[in-house]
């Protein structure tokens, strides 16, 4: 399974974004998401999670309100929809794919990564 993820970019703060991770090699239908960031200097850090259908989120209560996950299995494709960003959203941001049906918070559920698509806001 290959994941890439793409739609990163540079934008002022209170802009949008909309991340894509499209997967490779399986279809993502069976399969729990999440959307994870990683600042400079900082850990890698849980941002967003939906389960096989789209039917249940999750969010860090940092992004709640402001992102939006989803997924179209078709195209085997998962998006993050950023609004309001502000400058402490600035972070590589990675997609993965779990081994079970379900979402989760937590990096170590995660068995396959993208490659990270970095997101700058400017303020």
């Known amino acids: 399974v290959q994941l890439q993820a793409y739609g990163g970019g540079l934008v002022q703060t209170g802009g949008s974004l909309r991340l894509s991770c499209t997967a490779s090699?399986?279809?993502?239908?069976?399969?729990?998401m999440g959307w994870f960031r990683q600042a400079p200097g900082k850990e890698r850090e849980f941002v967003a999670t939906i389960n096989w259908s789209g039917g249940s989120t999750s969010y860090a209560d940092s992004v709640k309100g402001r992102f939006t996950i989803s997924r179209d299995n078709a195209k085997n494709t998962v998006y993050l929809q950023m609004d309001s960003l502000k400058p402490e959203d600035t972070a590589v941001y990675y997609c993965?794919?779990?081994?079970?049906?379900?979402?989760?918070?937590?990096?170590?559920?995660?068995?396959?990564w993208g490659q990270g698509t970095q997101v700058t806001v400017s303020s």
């Open positions: 090699g399986r279809p993502i239908s069976n399969y729990g």
């Open positions: 993965a794919r779990k081994g079970g049906i379900s979402g989760s918070k937590s990096s170590a559920d995660y068995s396959y």
